[in-house]
């Protein structure tokens, strides 16, 4: 099978589409054909020598993907062949054929198209883990979501504003502002030049949850802006790993400061990507069937014009996520 290798730690032009040896599924695991994949950050940070897989993992990029299960291994009962999926992986979403455990596998929800199911299980399983699982988002609260027009900030301000949350959102363009009012954020400010912390007070209320990708950077900030009882999720380090924690503040307003991954949680058990599937399946998918909630698809390319895809990232024109075609 054909696969897109990193052929030296570097740019996007190290990317390169090559022969690999087609994978085998073992026991507990399924192969798919693989009908698409998405650019994910990680991926970037991965081909730049940054982020390594877990142990165990694919070296090839890609932590999602869609298609058709292709081949069962020893032990899988709940799947067909034939079946159309989307999988959450830790790892070779970037060829035509990927392994998968059989517990990360999800059904492509009614009413969407395959390709477009590919934007979907890195999102859904990190929003839904960390504001719903974790934080216990629901009605009435105020939400704060950092980088609002990418794809994790996207499907966030969706499933927020579908369990009945008000949500202030933050962004770099003003296309990407308005794409976020679109989807139903209250209140959005241009980080370039506004004050998230001032614009969360002029609701007349803190954050009852926060969801960050900037880490450092934003951290004394982020606490000044929860409410009392207010959550801290930090799933992010765009803006550095080493910040300074005011405890004192932390302890008046009672607030919770929590960090986590998805790449590197066990498969099964507690805590486990298997625990995290189930429950989006379950209780996500069907208002992504009946379209509260919906993959927000900037761009979608042939996975040989994937040096073209990764800059798209960072560029204030890309709103959510960039699909790579495979077949």
Partial sequence: MRAITVTTPGGPETLAWTEVPDPRPG??????????????????????????????????????????????????????????????????????????????????????DLHTAAALPEAACTVWSNLVMIGGMGAGQLVLIHGGGGGIGTHAIQVAVALGATVVTTAGSAGKLAACREL????TVNYRDEDFVAAVAATGRGADLILDNMGAAYLGRNVEALAPDGQLCVIGMQGGRLGELD?????????????????????????????????VT??????????????????????????????????????????????
């Avoid at 405890?247 to 066990?266: D, M």
């Avoid at 014009?305 to 075609?325: I, N, Q, W």
């Fill in 27 to 112: 026991p507990g695991q399924v192969l798919v054909d693989v009908a698409a994949t998405a650019v994910n950050r990680a991926d970037i940070l991965q081909r730049r020598g940054l982020y390594p897989p877990p142990p165990g993992a694919s070296e090839i990029l890609g932590l999602e993907c869609s298609g058709t299960v292709a081949e069962l291994g020893e032990g899988v009962r709940d799947w067909a062949v034939g079946d159309r999926v989307c999988a959450l992986l830790s790892g070779g979403g970037y060829a035509q054929r990927v392994v998968v455990p059989a517990t990360q596998l999800l059904p492509v929800p009614d009413g969407l």
């Fill in 184 to 187: 139903g954020a209250a209140v």
């Fill in 282 to 327: 379950a209780q996500l998918w069907p208002m992504v069937a009946d379209g509260r909630v919906r993959p927000v698809v900037h761009a979608e390319l042939p996975i040989t014009e994937v040096a073209d895809a990764h800059p798209m990232l960072d560029s204030p024109d890309t709103v959510g996520k960039v699909v790579l075609r495979v077949s």
């Fill in 247 to 279: 405890l004192g503040t932390l302890l008046a307003k009672r607030g919770r400061v929590f960090a986590t991954g998805l790449r590197g949680r066990p498969e099964t058990g507690r805590s486990s990507k298997a625990e995290i599937v189930a429950a």
